[in-house]
């Protein structure tokens, strides 16, 4: 079987769509190393990245390395052209993980990772030039796709929900997992921390932006302290988003800025001594396709609060506080009586290292491999409804 995987959002700023395709080639080239992959650097004509490596970051003795466009506009001319699937060497199986949907795949299965579709519940959260992107991405999708990967229950609802058309038979969840595999490590202090005892704060991981709702958990935090509460710092661990330039003066506007960290973009090591000592994780996204933070900071004994909504709950199971992210009292309470409960604390240590346990990319990659195969065996779904010729 020959697969062209597209890896184009796993560059060295990736996010969560280049951590699920990164961690998901890699368990799959171990899992099935007789198979043919195509790695793609490059996909489609809205995500760009210049900066994608020059040499196959992901070698083996049956992969090769797809086209890699040096400009947006050699990229588009690639993807849009009528003759792609040729172009790509006809493959079996060609797997999009970045948005972007092709059309005009003729014999080549195409399977299409679905992350969410937050922009759509919230336009508020987004640029328009992300929605549009990425709902064109993912109507194309609903139209083109020969089966559908759902990266959480939640997701896969939310999908068939807007596209009831589509064949839920052909929507398959395969988890993520955490791509920092080796839970022995202790990680790398972040300069920003000097000084912050281990153990001693509260934590939020994710890009700086509307939906990861940093702005009402900075409310929440405001108000614990108000209320008395342990003098712990709040670590904002993350790069910088949209609609979000003014969130420092607003800190400032709180009376909090002086504590609040923020780290910027930070490293695996880094991360990992962040989750290793922090007093909890707090993750009151307003939405997500799955949470990585979740089960990562779960990875390593993070006691845990969490959003109650979305696939949130379906990371956290029974290990994880559960609160509604718009209730910035229920936060602001919930982290002070975590703060005089340390038996509560430890339960959620504990709870959480088992729950994260249940996550591996073996598995999921072994899910994804039968998806291929079953694919490749079936016909293609267009096909399956063409008119009949007489």
Known sequence: MHIGFDVSQTGAGKAGCGYYAHGMILALLKLAPGQTFSVLPSFGDVYFDAQMPEQNPYPGPNVSYGPRHRYREEASAFWTHPDVEALLGMPDIVHANNFWCPVQFVSSRLIYTFYDMCFVVDPSCSIEANRVGCFDGVFRSAVAA????????????????????????????????????????????????????????????????PRKNQRRLAD???????????????????????????????????????????????????????????????????????????????????????????????????????????????????????????????????????QASRFCWKRSAASLLELYEEAQATPKRLSMRAPQMT
């Open 220 to 354: 929440a935090y405001t108000r614990y302290v108000a209320m008395g509460g342990a003098p712990m710092p709040l670590v904002l661990a993350g790069g910088n988003g949209w609609l979000m330039d003014d969130f420092q003066e607003y800190l400032c506007e709180l009376g909090i800025r002086a504590h609040v960290v923020m780290t910027g973009y930070v490293s695996d090591e880094e991360l990992i001594w962040l989750y290793r000592n922090c007093f909890a994780n707090l993750f009151p996204s307003l939405g997500e396709g799955f949470g990585l933070p979740i089960l990562e900071g779960m990875q390593f004994g993070a006691p845990t609060l969490a959003s109650n909504n979305t696939s949130m709950p379906e990371v956290a199971g029974e290990a994880a506080i559960l609160l509604d992210p718009l209730e910035t009292e229920a936060w602001a309470q919930a982290m002070l009586g975590l703060a005089s409960q340390p038996r509560k604390r430890e339960s959620l240590r504990q709870g959480s290292q088992v």
């Open 146 to 209: 020969d089966w559908v990967v759902a990266i959480s229950e939640a997701s896969r609802t939310h999908y068939l929900t807007v596209f009831p058309h589509f064949p839920p038979e052909r929507i398959r969840v395969v988890y993520p997992c955490s791509r920092l595999t080796d839970t022995s490590k202790t990680g790398k202090r972040p300069q920003a921390l000097e000084g912050v005892r281990e153990g001693n704060y509260w934590l939020n991981v994710g890009t700086i932006e």
